[in-house]
């Protein structure tokens, strides 16, 4: 069975036992690594990497002056970066959302076939007949989708930024159809109080984090703090300490004076937060009850996807290119654009109460 056949059958695989680079020798590793480097100075190539990566190409894009981050930062940098061409390490509609920003550069990612189960699970032309069931609505829609359904709504949104808009939609009195993450969104209906209609859709990583198993973990380790990314189903959100993006959930492992942590997102952020704090130790949230052969393997299979060996590839080729209808990109580009101005926008008033 092939990567791609493996990951789209859903199976919760550990992180070590699904990879692009299975069975990769030592030798073998830091070969494909210095040819990468090699290939992004020849191209004029710069490597973005999700927090949810290999570490290994987490590493890379660190060491080339690359960037490791969340998707929306992912694209901005490489929006700001003077290489001709962005290599996104990260799953489809990361590549896309690059592109609408830069439509002037070539985007290219290491497996054109790494997607999302949130982008699979709203098609397009499914979401559109419902946002035309619901057109007093105003459309928000998270990142995790394609170019066409962010190009049907009216504001896109990060798990970063996402409780604040629908914050200051609700002010402003508009009911708001969200899509696609439910968990995402009861979070965020709760925190604010919106009217909101949701898209049935669920992050098969995170929906599999169970509240019974991390109720019974945070029992034997009562000083943990836990860390729980929002798109986790409503009875792990509510043993949070923190709830928030991965961009929060780092910011708030460093900022702890904590010295051990329950975390809740996919373990491939654990690269980064063992950078981060070194000192700490760091829990797996449960995805399985006991019994399990898995008691913990939050990792995305389509993440995994990246790896050396195909990163190498589409550097040599320059294949595997990321392309966007014009037409799409162009109406994206708006529903993008309003969150970069609220997030530009609100940064400017924390500025400005700061220097009162």
Partial sequence: MTLSQRASSGTHLRAEAFTADEALAAGEAEGLRER????????????????????????????????????????????????STLVVAGVRFMGETAKILTPDKRVIMPELEATCSLDEGCPPEAFAAFCDEHPERTVVVYANTSAAVKARADWVVTSSIAVDVIRHLHERGEPVLWGPDKHLGDYIRRETGADMLLWDGACIVHEEFKGAELERLRARHPDARVLVHPESPRPVVDQADVVGSTSQLLAALEGSQARRFIVATDNGIFHKMRELAPD?????????????????????????????????????????????????????????GRMLEFGRSRRREVLGNGDA
């Fill in 280 to 336: 700490k130790e760091l829990l797996e949230a449960p995805t399985a009850g006991r019994g399990a052969s898995c008691q913990s393997c939050a990792h995305c299979p389509w993440m995994a996807m990246n790896g050396l060996r195909n990163l190498a590839d589409a550097l040599e080729r320059l294949d595997n290119e990321i392309h966007v209808p014009p037409e799409v990109a162009e109406r994206a580009r708006v529903s993008v």
């Fill in 36 to 83: 990468i480097r090699t290939l992004l100075a020849e191209r004029d190539a710069v490597l973005v990497a999700h927090y949810y990566t290999a570490p290994e190409i987490q590493a890379l894009a660190d060491e080339t002056g690359g960037h490791v981050s969340d998707s929306l930062d992912m694209a901005r940098f490489g929006a700001e970066h003077p290489a």
